[in-house]
């Protein structure tokens, strides 16, 4: 089935997965607010729009990859009002739970279709079509939104309503920010000491200790490889502070979020914050 989807935000994910829509052979508009990450997708055969409203012109599927959710909230204010009646809304953009249940609550006021689809995977398999879709929605619609997840992801993960995804989403990532931190310090120390990292490397190799995810960010690190970023520093920042949020309303303590996120903030004022997010191994440092 082919499709006319609006993509709105092309940074580093949007982008990539606009231009997988259009190798799917669907329709694809776009719109950013900084225009110049737009543009280059004209190249790949984007309609690329001035505004969201223009952007959500006859759409069927329209698909949010912003900053957060009060990024979602401005940008699909200017778009509802152009969006055709019964059009689907996929929300990938990483939001609060609260922010899910509003503009869930919004797409219904609209008479929009809304599938919470927050996405697991970076830039790489974002380029590559390979990302993980988290995605609830209503179930009699799967199928017309269905191509859209085939075209951006390798592996489509439904749950039973919107916000569950937004949940599971949050504990992976709670997973992947503690793991990044933690490859991060141990560099870290592993320098003050003295200690040459590839001896530690050796001492942990095939065992249950070893870890896929820690050698890529080392590898980063080490060989200075922290731009272009797979996943920012700021909206690494972004994401704990979700995620320590969401503890705090359900009555749980996340220390390590809480001081996850401080690192990424002292990342971020050290001049890291458009690096990737292995950057906090310079928040271990004085400067
Ligand atoms: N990168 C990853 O590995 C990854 C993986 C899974 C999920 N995510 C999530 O996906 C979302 C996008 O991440 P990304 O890495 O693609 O980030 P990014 O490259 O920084 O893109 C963010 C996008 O949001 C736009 N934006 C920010 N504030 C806005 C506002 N107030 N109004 C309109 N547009 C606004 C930016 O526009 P400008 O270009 O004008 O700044 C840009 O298009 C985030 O929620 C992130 O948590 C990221």
Sequence with gaps: MTLTVSVLGTGIMGAAMARNLIKAGHTVRVWNRSAGKAAPLAD??????????????????????LYDGAAVREVMSEAF????????????TTVSLSDVDQLAAEAGQHGLAFFDAPVLGTRQPAEAGQLTVLAAGPADRRDEVTPVFEAVGARTVWLDRPGAATRL?????SWVLALTHAGAETLALAEALGVDPDMFFELIEGGP???????AKAGLIRAGKLSPAGFAVTTAEKDARLIAEAGRQHGVRL???????????????????DE????????????
């Design 276 to 287: 990737d997010m292995a950057a906090t191994y310079y928040a271990s440092f004085e400067n």
């Design 44 to 65: 790949d055969g984007a309609v690329v729009a001035p505004n969201p409203a223009e952007a959500v012109r006859d759409a069927d599927v329209v698909l949010t990859m």
């Design 209 to 215: 200790l070893d870890n896929g995810y820690l050698r």
């Design 81 to 92: 009002p152009s969006v055709k009646a019964g059009a689907l809304w996929v929300q990938s």
């Design 169 to 173: 989403k949050l504990v992976a990532n």
């Design 255 to 273: 220390d390590l979020a809480e001081a996850g996120a401080e690192r990424f903030r002292r990342a971020a004022e050290q001049g890291h914050g």
